[in-house]
């Protein structure tokens, strides 16, 4: 079995803009040529269907809850300053989510890989455990912040060289 590639992609087409001015540019993380969104979406769907139903059974409405299965990939890829070099996000090191947590909870040791569609990272975000070894990076143990949903996505393995080369702004 070889090795997963990652790429980063910026495209300023996708250049997210605040109502009051401002805003950032996500950079797109891709495995294996393919934006890890659409790998996320595919194992949320389940996982959100599930949640709307039971929302639905609960009282809620359609109109408040929106389309059945939307939830699922609903990110933003992250802003360069979690992704390039000197940033350590990507090597591992843990987000600093803005919540209280207890010192033990495992999300407190994993790195941001995707963030909410407002643009605000800690509102809605994904952590994976980041392993930097010698020759690889690991990326597994992925997580909703917000939510107990189940990840069965493959554990990436990539050369730490070609990695490494992805996360120097050009």
């Known amino acids: 079995m070889g090795l997963d590639e990652l790429e980063v992609y910026v495209d300023s087409a996708h250049y997210v803009r605040w109502p009051g001015?401002?805003?950032f540019?996500?950079?797109e993380l891709r495995v294996n040529g393919r934006g890890l969104i659409d790998w996320v979406r595919e194992v949320e769907l389940p996982c959100a269907e599930r949640?709307?139903?039971d929302r639905i059974a609960a009282g809620e409405t359609a109109e408040e809850l929106g389309p059945r299965g939307a939830l699922a990939g609903s990110y933003l890829y992250p802003a360069g300053c979690h992704v390039f070099l000197p940033s350590r996000n990507l090597l591992g090191e843990p987000y600093r989510?803005?919540?209280?947590?207890?010192?033990?909870?495992?999300?407190n040791r994993k790195s941001l890989l995707l963030q909410c569609t407002c643009g605000i990272p800690d509102c809605w975000f994904l952590l994976a455990t980041i392993t930097v070894n010698a020759a690889t990076v690991v990326w597994s143990?992925?997580?909703?912040f917000h939510r107990p949903w189940r990840y069965d996505l493959p554990t990436f393995v990539f050369d730490r060289g070609q990695y490494e080369a992805q996360l120097v702004r050009v």
């Not at 989510?97 to 495992?106: L, S």
């Not at 143990?141 to 909703?144: G, H, I, P, R, S």
Request: net charge negative; hydrophobic share 10%.
């Open 97 to 107: 989510h803005g919540f209280g947590t207890e010192p033990e909870d495992p999300r």
């Open 141 to 144: 143990d992925f997580c909703q």
């Open 25 to 27: 540019q996500p950079v």
């Open 21 to 23: 001015g401002g805003g």
């Open 51 to 53: 949640e709307y139903d």
